[in-house]
């Protein structure tokens, strides 16, 4: 089994699913595979981009494994992958073709089983970029589930919150002049970096929760000045704010707006993930998860979004968990082989359990 995982996630890191027509080879590969092991597979086109929805069992609650099958862009060396000292190496091996791949394998040896509960797999295009056509379009069209568990980067603990996300633009004005001669000018670039340090030390951005220390602003882009003599009369910045659940975007706008000097521009918005870690769904999953890895499963909050926020805005207890590896989106992603194998055995127990 652990081979034909390994296998199956080189397979996936070789279409180098970053552009729409290799995402799209991806998909319908990977619902001729699951039809090659006894499993129906429908392929949903959203857009000119296909998510694959295939669903085992007869009855009771649904959960839903959900994974994507998008990666980010990376040098061509990094789409061919190779093992080394128990580590998968390739870009999406832990971000997350081989959770993919391990949810492959659940609904293939499930599915001639009698299960206590149905088991839905989605794997969607997008979430890289969004997820607005996949997860946010299967979820609209009511391919819903009692749980869902999206098998992201957790080393084998639990996500169970999410920071909000919050993109903005920031057009900072100034007054241009010869650059010999700065004083006679307002230099907009010194201005948007005065307006950034009072935004960075609104007490917004210093409130903690039991799972975070703090939200995330990030000064992401800048882009001002025409010419090297000329002292810039406009800059633009956009700020990555992943707020804290509880927090109200709507708040944390008005002040910012109160701090600058200027326009702002909402780019991007999204809300977070509040799973109760108490939910009786979540805590079957965390017992399951200690029965197999024999250790302390943590529930933990993650900074980054991911499609769980679609399903929790529908009042659907759902959360991260994964394999383990490190590097994703970064030089050098891995993820750990007998990991993979432990996170199977994981799922099917908890699947069980039901």
């Known amino acids: 089994m652990k081979e034909s995982i390994i296998s199956l996630t080189r397979k996936l890191i070789e279409f180098r699913t970053v552009e729409k027509e290799r995402i799209n ?27 694959v929805v295939s669903v085992i069992g007869e009855e009771g609650p649904t959960v839903i494994l959900n994974g994507h099958l998008d990666v980010v862009p990376a040098g061509p060396d990094q789409f061919i992958p190779y093992v080394a000292e128990g580590k998968l190496y390739g870009r999406g091996s832990f971000d997350m073709l081989g959770s993919v791949a391990v949810m492959m394998h659940v609904m293939a040896e499930l599915g ?38 999206c098998g992201e980067t957790t080393n084998l603990d639990i996500a169970v919150q999410a920071k ?3 993109q903005v633009e920031i057009q900072i004005e100034g007054v241009s002049a010869h650059g010999s001669r700065p004083w006679l000018g307002d230099n907009a670039i010194l201005n948007a970096v005065e307006t950034y340090k ?23 882009r800048i882009e001002a000045g025409q010419a090297i003599n000329q002292v810039p009369d406009c800059c633009i910045m956009d700020l990555d704010i ?49 029965h197999i890895s024999g250790r302390n499963i943590q529930m933990f909050g993650q900074h980054g979004a991911a499609d769980t926020r679609f399903y929790a805005a ?14 994703h989106h970064g030089k050098n992603e891995y993820v750990d082989t007998d990991s993979l194998v432990t996170f199977k055995e994981i799922l099917t127990d908890y699947i069980f359990r039901f």
Not at 259 to 268: A, C, D, F, W
């Open 112 to 149: 001639q089983e009698e299960l206590p509960c149905k088991v839905m797999l989605a794997l969607v295009p997008d979430e890289e970029k969004g997820g607005q056509k996949g997860t946010k379009y299967l979820v609209e069209h009511g391919l819903l589930g009692d749980v869902v568990i």
């Open 242 to 290: 992943r707020y804290l659940p509880g927090q109200d975007p709507a708040v944390l706008l008005k002040e910012i707006k109160g701090v600058v000097n200027g326009t702002v521009r909402v780019l991007s918005e999204g809300e977070p993930v509040q799973t109760n870690p108490n939910h009786p769904l979540i805590k079957r999953l965390q017992q399951a998860a200690e």
């Open 25 to 51: 080879e991806a998909a319908e590969y990977c619902a001729e595979w699951l039809a090659a092991n006894g499993v129906h597979a429908r392929v949903i086109n959203n857009e000119g981009l296909k998510s």
């Open 198 to 220: 009072r935004i960075e030390e609104l007490p917004i951005f210093s409130v903690s929760t039991p799972y975070f220390e703090h939200p995330s602003l990030n000064l992401a």
């Open 314 to 327: 529908r009042g659907i207890p759902a959360v991260e968990f994964g394999p383990c590896g490190a590097n």
């Open 164 to 166: 909000g996300v919050l």
